[in-house]
């Protein structure tokens, strides 16, 4: 008999406790928090979906490699388990650890990036956007337009648009590009993977201009999952032999290890130019600590190491991808809007569809998430006007296309249960939507502003009105 009831491939053998606080404190606590949810206390949180960023559950195999840990200053041995699995299951040749992704952002946009140059990419990612800018250079988003409309079931949404790619080429000249920055997957867009087909594409394109590929591999093993399962010619392929092909394509790469790979801290860079990994090891030793321990313990690149291997397990990655999904049939079903199709780390609520009384000057995802807090104690991230910051030049705010909020599900964390309470907390939002009031910001900070802005609600004010 084939087995059609889903159950996670894993047991439970240590637990935490939650609380689930009155909705009357939630509604003091956010409001204390200057209604922003990353300023709410963890533990007044009852089911977090804030990030999927080093907030998964490590295995026992990670937790004993923690006793592994050699804290030597220089030449530790998890330093070279670490690089052994670099090598191993993504097959770049050098590798620099780093304290966490932004580490390695740092990194590679000071050793490529002159003031002027254009950094393509597949949409912008917040840190990543502006450590390109912190290093003069300029962000150019080159994906497909399919990725800027939350309703088209294209499944590749994260591809590059060959064609923009190319009138930027001709536009700076190809000397004025610094690289070209390809995330798998797409988290701004929903967790959308790009396709093998149109990155060995601009492989081909890239290569004709002799522009390199960056590869922001935070959830490669996620766009490699979705590759198996959807690209044509890739089904009897694992997703450790697809990831690599990936990264094949590409020249170096920037990774938060608090995604993929399973630890609550830690990230790399890596590179095949010998002569950048050169200037990288020289480098990291200012910003981050020895090249071989690069702002981790050693307990901690141990973890890595084991980490990256178990990230692509069959049986972990499909599990991890069901939940997501496992989410997003019960919104859609509910008929609240999301982002089409769903992608990988976590379901993407259409903000400005689900509250149209708010315009996107008030904030709107960000209301959303205050509202889920309030509901539920579901902890989940704005994805929109205020993540998208302001234009340097004009002072503005960017006005992205997609105006989201993210419900991020950590790895190997929560059950099916814990998603049907988050479905029935967005459900009782929803049904009372045009009761949520929009924001005003009160306090911006210079840089990435969604992590310690201050908001006040809007209360009295009329709100642009549905129809």
Not at 249 to 259: I, N, Q
Not at 370 to 380: F, I, N, T
Not at 408 to 431: G, K, M, Q
Request: contains cysteine; aromatic residues 8%; hydrophobic residues 40%.
């Amino acid at each position: 008999m084939k087995r059609t009831t889903y159950a996670e491939p894993y047991k439970i053998k240590m637990v935490e406790p939650l609380r689930n606080i009155s909705r009357r404190e939630r509604e003091r606590l956010v409001k204390l928090a200057g209604y922003n949810t990353f300023q709410v206390k963890a533990e007044d949180v009852y089911i977090d979906l804030l990030t999927d960023s080093g907030t998964g559950a490590m295995s026992d195999r990670q937790w004993a490699g923690l006793m592994m840990g050699d804290e030597s200053y220089s030449g530790s041995r998890n330093f070279y388990h670490l690089e052994a699995a670099v090598h191993q299951y993504y097959g770049y040749k050098y590798m620099v650890p780093t304290h966490q992704g932004r580490g390695a952002e740092h990194l590679i946009a000071r050793l490529l990036i002159k003031p002027g140059m254009y950094v393509p990419g597949n949409m912008y990612f917040t840190s990543t956007r502006l450590h390109q800018e912190l290093a003069g250079g300029v962000f150019e988003d080159v994906i497909i337009d399919e990725a800027h409309d939350p309703d088209s079931t294209f499944p590749f949404k994260g591809n590059v648009d060959l064609q923009k790619l190319e009138n930027l080429i001709n536009k700076v000249g190809a000397a004025n590009i610094a690289y070209l920055s390809l995330a798998t997957t797409v988290n701004m867009a929903g967790g959308q993977p790009i396709s093998l087909e149109n990155m060995k594409q601009v492989r081909k394109l890239t290569e004709q201009h002799n522009i390199r590929i960056i590869h922001d591999m935070a959830r490669v093993a996620e766009n490699a999952y979705m590759i198996q399962q959807l690209e044509p010619g890739y089904a009897d392929k694992t997703v450790a032999a697809i990831t690599k092909e990936i990264c094949s394509l590409t020249d170096g790469a920037v990774m938060s290890g608090k995604k993929d790979a399973l630890v609550n801290i830690g990230g790399m860079m890596a590179i095949n130019d010998q002569g950048l990994y050169e200037e990288a090891k020289n480098l990291v030793v200012v910003y981050e600590g020895m090249h071989t321990y690069g702002g981790m313990a050693g307990r901690d690149m141990e973890a890595m190491a084991i980490g990256i291997a178990e990230s692509v397990d069959e049986a972990h990655i499909s599990s991890r991808v069901h939940q997501v999904h496992y989410l997003g049939a019960q919104l859609r079903e509910a008929g609240i809007p999301i982002v089409n199709p769903v992608g990988t780390h976590g379901v993407y609520i259409n903000a400005a569809a689900f509250l149209p009384h708010i315009p996107q000057v008030k904030f709107p995802a960000q209301a959303l998430t205050v509202a889920l807090y309030e509901e539920g104690g579901v902890r989940s991230v704005e994805r929109g006007i205020v993540s998208a910051g302001r234009n340097k030049e004009t002072g503005d705010h960017h006005y992205p296309s997609l105006e989201l909020v993210r419900l991020a599900i950590p790895r190997r964390v929560y059950t099916l249960s814990h998603l049907d309470v988050v479905a029935e907390t967005a459900i009782n939002v929803f049904e009372k939507r045009y009761d949520v009031p929009g924001l005003e910001m009160v306090f911006e900070p210079k840089y990435m502003r969604f992590f310690q802005a201050r908001f006040e609600q809007v209360v009295g004010e009329p709100q642009r009105m549905p129809g």
